[in-house]
Nanobody, 118 residues
Framework: VQLVESGGGLVQPGGSLRLSCSAS????????MSWYRQAPGKERELVAL????????NYADSVKGRFTIPRRNAKNTVYLQMNSLKPEDTAVYYC????????????WGQGTQVTVSS
């Protein structure tokens, strides 16, 4: 099983980034997918999630209206589109997979660094 994130980097405030998470080794289309982030000295927090068929999404209040979490089951990939980035969005971003709302996370990616700074 692998979850491989990509797309992180350095961006100026107000800019955009799109993170990708490519999955393999499990039936991606049957899993709820999430993005978490962890800033230095802080706990890991849930940023966004999307159900297996893509019918439902949820977002942290801090990113609502700025981030979206589309998925492409045919490509075994989930994305995090981040717009209007702020310095407080700086963190390591992780994708995760779980069987449903009632389950804990089954798989984690290795993380990708996002730094928002001028």
């Amino acid at each position: 099983v692998q979850l491989v994130e990509s797309g992180g980097g350095l961006v100026q405030p107000g800019g955009s980034l799109r993170l990708s998470c490519s999955a393999s080794g499990f039936t991606f289309s049957m899993y709820l997918m999430s993005w978490y982030r962890q800033a230095p000295g802080k706990e890991r927090e849930l940023v966004a999630l999307i159900t297996s068929a893509g019918g439902n999404t949820n977002y942290a209040d801090s990113v609502k209206g700025r981030f979206t979490i589309p998925r492409r089951n045919a490509k075994n990939t989930v994305y995090l589109q981040m717009n209007s980035l702020k310095p407080e969005d700086t963190a390591v971003y992780y994708c995760s997979a779980q069987r449903g709302y009632a389950y804990s996370v089954d798989y984690w990616g290795q993380g990708t660094q996002v730094t928002v700074s001028s």
